[in-house]
Nanobody, 122 residues
Framework: HLAESGGGSVQAGGSLRLSCVAS????????MAWFRQAPGKEREGVAS???????TYAASVKGRFAISKDNVENTLYLQMNSTEPEDTAMYYC??????????????????WGQGTQVTVSS
């Protein structure tokens, strides 16, 4: 239902763009988001976007990452700029009927992708 792509390896300071294609049913969800999980750490919310395009970001990525979506292609994006080694993680796309649309409680997100690995080297 959700399929991520675009992960890979990049040097610190570089950019990557992650994509997540959603089925039509899931695309109608109120809230879509990106989460990430680094080795040995709990999964954390990165960014979210609601049906009106309102976005939220984790403090650690604000000003460097941008979440957006294409309603024609049913695709969610995460533009990652000025990457840091600390951004190394498996990145997951998620969707759900979450209001307000925030990543604070990940259990509220009903649909999850398989993840795409991002590795940032120093």
């Amino acid at each position: 239902h959700l399929a991520e792509s675009g992960g890979g390896s990049v040097q610190a300071g570089g950019s990557l763009r992650l994509s997540c294609v959603a089925s039509e049913y899931i695309w109608n969800a109120v809230c879509m988001a990106w989460f990430r999980q680094a080795p040995g750490k709990e999964r954390e919310g990165v960014a979210s976007i609601d049906a009106d395009g309102l976005t939220t970001y984790a403090a650690s990525v604000k000003g460097r990452f941008a979440i957006s979506k294409d309603n024609v292609e049913n695709t969610l994006y995460l533009q990652m700029n000025s990457t840091e080694p600390e951004d190394t993680a498996m990145y997951y796309c998620a969707a759900g009927w979450v209001s307000p649309c925030m990543t604070r409680i990940e259990a509220l997100f009903s649909f999850w992708g398989q993840g795409t690995q991002v590795t940032v080297s120093s």
